[in-house]
């Protein structure tokens, strides 16, 4: 297939950070291009993959020139930068689905100390709900309840952080490793009075 625009750039790439969706013939090449500039020739700065990405998909100068006095690189600039999003997207994915796979998340696993983005540390952590890419954690901070909503990296890195605080005796990694037997599951307690969101 040759490389050619969509109708409409932005309906054409439409989702594309989410697990679902798809992409058709016109939009694999421009990921493949994309691919070959980040990981084979190491490229890392947006002018760079355009350039490198460019040269593979070959655009007419026509084509090169649709809307380039509007936005830089024009619509090629922005079909390459949506499957920049694309290809960041799913190594965002897999990294999470490691990540989970090791935790195997389950409502009532309790995970001990945290500590949080603003470096206020919670107590009595647990988890109190498990959705495809969110997990609910409810802990004490101070004299509260609150509700955390994050994922299984999130959860990483605040043990990770308390670990490294002195606060826990295990970091994600060797507490993932003691799961060697199922966690009691424990009654959910009531709702409590604050909720974070840690996405």
């Known amino acids: 297939m040759k490389y050619h625009l969509p109708e409409d750039t932005r309906t054409d790439w439409a989702l594309n950070e989410t697990r679902g969706f798809v992409p058709n013939e016109r939009q694999k090449l421009v990921i493949e291009a994309v691919r070959r500039a980040t990981e084979e020739a190491k490229l890392f700065y ?13 655009p007419d100068a026509e084509t090169l020139s649709k809307n380039a006095t509007k936005v830089e690189g ?30 195997k998340p389950m409502v009532g696993m309790k995970l001990g100390k945290l500590r949080l983005q603003n470096l206020k ?3 009595g952590s647990a988890i109190t709900m ?5 997990i609910t954690v409810d802990a004490t901070l101070g004299s509260k309840r609150i509700r ?14 308390a670990y490294e605080l002195g606060q826990r005796e295990t970091n994600f990694e060797q507490f993932c490793s003691g799961l060697l037997t199922p966690i009691g599951v424990r009654p959910i307690e ?4 604050a909720c974070l969101n840690l996405f």
Do not use: Q, W
Request: hydrophobic share 45%.
């Open 46 to 58: 947006t002018k760079d993959v355009y350039a490198f990405s460019v040269k593979l998909l070959m």
């Open 121 to 123: 540390s919670c107590t």
């Open 148 to 161: 955390l909503s994050t994922d299984a990296r999130g959860i990483a890195h605040m043990m990770d952080l």
């Open 130 to 134: 498990v959705a495809v890419d969110a």
């Open 74 to 103: 024009g619509e090629v600039g922005m079909d390459i930068y949506y499957a920049t999003r694309y290809t960041d997207a799913r190594k965002a994915f897999a990294r999470e689905d490691a990540a989970a796979a090791k935790l």
């Open 190 to 193: 009531p709702a409590p009075n």
